[in-house]
């Protein structure tokens, strides 16, 4: 069972934004805090951010700024609104669900599928 579906990556010039939806199939993921990650190819998966369920936030230095994490828990998604986008940010973006908000990926439990965001310069 796919617990977490991502959506909402594409192809965009730089400067342009993008938002990427994640939605949980059971309403137990209200209280869990919900990550963000991308791969590049040939590159690890990174930390980009984080929500609580309480609605604390955490980003990478290297997004600060110009993302922007949310959550609608009674439709039990969460959101990462991408801006001033730039062709470093291009990777496969993953949501992910843990008990604790942590930037390390193997502090999550659920993974999304995943969804490729590509940035033009």
């Known amino acids: 069972q796919q617990h977490l579906v991502d959506s909402g990556g594409g192809l965009v010039q730089a400067g342009g934004s993008l938002r990427l939806s994640c939605t949980a199939s059971?309403?137990?993921?209200?209280?869990?805090?919900m990550g963000w990650f991308r791969q590049a190819p040939g590159k690890e998966r990174e930390f980009a951010a984080a929500?609580?369920?309480?609605?604390?936030?955490n980003y990478a230095d290297s997004v600060k700024g110009r993302f922007t994490a949310s959550r609608d828990s009674d439709n039990n998604t969460v959101y990462l609104q991408l801006d001033n986008l730039k062709p470093e940010d291009t990777a496969v973006y993953y949501c992910?669900?843990?008990?604790?908000?942590?930037?390390?990926?193997?502090?999550?439990?659920?993974w999304g599928q995943g969804t490729q965001v590509t940035v033009s310069s």
């Open positions: 059971e309403r137990t993921f209200r209280t869990y805090s």
């Open positions: 929500i609580s369920w309480t609605g604390i936030t």
């Open positions: 992910a669900a843990a008990r604790t908000m942590s930037v390390r990926p193997t502090d999550y439990n659920y």
